[in-house]
């Protein structure tokens, strides 16, 4: 969408987008990319790095050039603006729609049904040795809801689908939570998913929407779907969880932001309750608000 007064150029009809007083200017700061629709430098990366550090608490690491070109650059097109300058100093002087764009396109959004099987055998355990109580349980990297479905699904086997259980999906991401909300999937794309559970949880599309499924209503019933920054702090949260996905998330922020975001999680987490993080992520510097109970589960202190 544009949320600027420039009308979009297609890349096809523009004239040449780099502007040789600003390729002049911020030639000596790096490299200028050849043979690329729009001037991008060393300079533009670092804007683009505090930026999302500020808005998302996201590294990038020096490695990420490439991929933020590469996404940034629809943006501009969408946008209208003819480079990069132009499209950063137009973002930090209006706080519009357009961040939420641009955080939308720094995202990334690797996830799958039942990732990290290890964690749905715990968590359905954990399920069991409570069956009568009130689940309140957050994942906080929904993205295309992959995830909080596979949550679901383990829950009503663990507890049937009358208990007492209710499911908070977050993301940053409004486009990603817009698909989860819908739960429509490609049926090629359930590689994690058993026959059993794709004929008792998902519906099969007819017709036109043939290769396509749809997760239940009584799946997507129990779910709030919902954008959570999780580096502010004003998550609107009103009772505490019993259990927190919060994983392959942690990976992007530094350890400060790290910190904090656990130290938020631990406050709205009841005490005993377990956290489930990712393969690649470890806590054993905040061994004062967690204490380590499997691979990559952990219990509030």
């Not at 357009?98 to 959004?109: D, R």
């Not at 130290?263 to 204490?291: C, Q, W, Y």
Request: with cysteine; aromatic share 12%.
């Amino acid at each position: 969408m544009a949320h600027t007064t420039s009308a979009p150029v297609s890349a096809r009809s523009a004239p040449s987008r780099v502007d040789p007083a600003y390729a002049a200017a911020e030639a000596p700061s790096g490299p200028l990319a050849q043979g690329r629709e729009f001037v991008w430098t060393n300079a533009d990366f670092a804007r683009v790095q505090a930026l999302i550090y500020q808005r998302a608490g996201i590294s990038l690491h020096d490695g990420k050039h490439a991929m933020v070109y590469s996404r940034l650059s629809r943006r501009l097109r969408d946008t209208g603006h003819t480079s990069f300058h132009e499209y950063l100093s137009w973002l930090e002087n209006h706080d519009g729609p357009e961040w939420q764009e641009f955080v939308n396109a720094l995202t990334t959004n690797l996830t799958a049904f039942f990732r990290e099987q290890h964690h749905f055998e715990i968590f359905a355990s954990h399920l069991r040795s409570k069956p009568s109580a009130n689940w309140k349980v957050w994942c906080n990297a929904a993205s295309t809801g992959e995830e909080p479905y596979s949550i679901v699904m383990t829950a009503f086997e663990a507890l049937g689908a009358n208990a007492s259980f209710k499911l908070t999906a977050s993301d940053i991401d409004s486009r990603v939570l817009a698909t989860a909300a819908q739960g429509v999937y490609r049926l090629d794309g359930l590689k994690g998913v058993s026959p059993e559970r794709l004929q008792k949880f998902f519906l099969r599309g007819k017709g036109g929407n043939a290769g396509m499924v749809r997760a239940k209503p009584e799946l997507r019933r129990v779910i709030d779907f919902m954008s959570v920054n999780l580096i502010r702090d004003d998550w609107p949260f009103k009772e505490p969880f019993d259990v927190v996905f919060c994983r392959n998330v942690m990976i992007y922020f530094d350890a400060p932001t790290q910190r904090k975001v656990l130290e938020r999680i631990h406050r709205v987490l009841k005490p005993g309750g377990m956290l489930f993080v990712g393969h690649a992520e470890n806590f054993s510097e905040s061994r004062d608000l967690f204490t380590l109970r499997g691979k990559t589960v952990y219990e509030r202190r």
